[in-house]
């Protein structure tokens, strides 16, 4: 299975201004991707997909290839996910380069393992799945069979839609949350479909202490203590 590493880093961040190439721990946040990714068995190439010169520059000083920038109107806050890939799979293919799945790696995931990218793309083989995406356990207090939505009068109902709660959390199924650190998807699903997830998508566990999403400044800090603490 041939699998391209995508990793998308755009320079408009709003919540920690240029966070994909501030220092974090002593060194870029981009640089950490880079380093799993280059780091990983299972990647054939792993390229950056950037509007920004800067982050381009910083990109390659990390190791990664930037054979193209990415159109601006692709660098928007609303933009998609799955329109960026699609852009760097077509401009792969117009040029003869195919790939049977892509590995998308956002920055803002500093802390994921090179044995959780080839990992994602084992599970991806061994199955037969659409895609293949890093999961973290749900606690059981937010557990679906133990959590409720308001209804439009004012009552509150099981989001699983039963009349009554599980009563014991030792009979509650396993239940997981999209943790985002890698996503893997075969690329005639993703071409097809317009989306990362597929209809048939595994999930591959990963360590909760070893998660973490910078999107706010306390995301930041968040990071800068486990990485302070060495968790690595």
Not at 9 to 25: D, E, F, Y
Not at 60 to 69: D, I
Not at 96 to 123: F, K, N, S
Request: net charge neutral; glycine share 8%.
């Amino acid at each position: 299975m041939r699998v391209i590493g995508l990793v998308p880093a755009r320079g408009g961040s709003k919540g920690v201004p240029r966070k994909n190439i501030r220092p974090l721990g002593g060194k870029p946040l981009l640089q950490y991707t880079a380093e799993a990714a280059r780091a990983a068995a299972l990647l054939d190439r792993v390229i950056l997909s950037t509007e920004d010169a800067e982050i381009a520059e910083v990109g390659r000083r990390c190791g990664l290839e930037v054979p193209f920038m990415r159109p601006a109107e692709l660098a928007a806050d609303s933009t998609p996910s799955v329109l960026v890939v699609r852009h760097a799979l077509a401009w792969l293919g117009e040029r003869g380069e195919t790939y049977d799945a892509v590995c998308l790696l956002q920055p803002t995931h500093p802390l994921r393992l090179p044995a959780d990218i080839d990992g994602c793309i084992r599970m991806l083989s061994d199955t037969g799945a659409d895609a293949v995406v890093t999961v973290s356990a749900v606690p059981p207090e937010f557990n679906p069979h133990w959590v409720f939505f308001r209804t439009g009068e004012g009552f509150l109902r099981l989001s699983t839609g039963e009349e009554k709660p599980i009563p014991r959390r030792q009979e509650l199924p396993p239940a997981f949350h999209r943790e985002g650190s890698v996503y893997v998807t075969r690329c005639d699903v993703l071409m097809n479909t317009d989306s990362l997830l597929g209809r048939r998508l595994a999930g591959y566990p990963v360590d909760p202490a070893r998660s973490v999403n910078i999107d706010t400044l306390d995301d930041w800090k968040r990071a800068e203590e486990r990485i302070r603490g060495g968790n690595l």
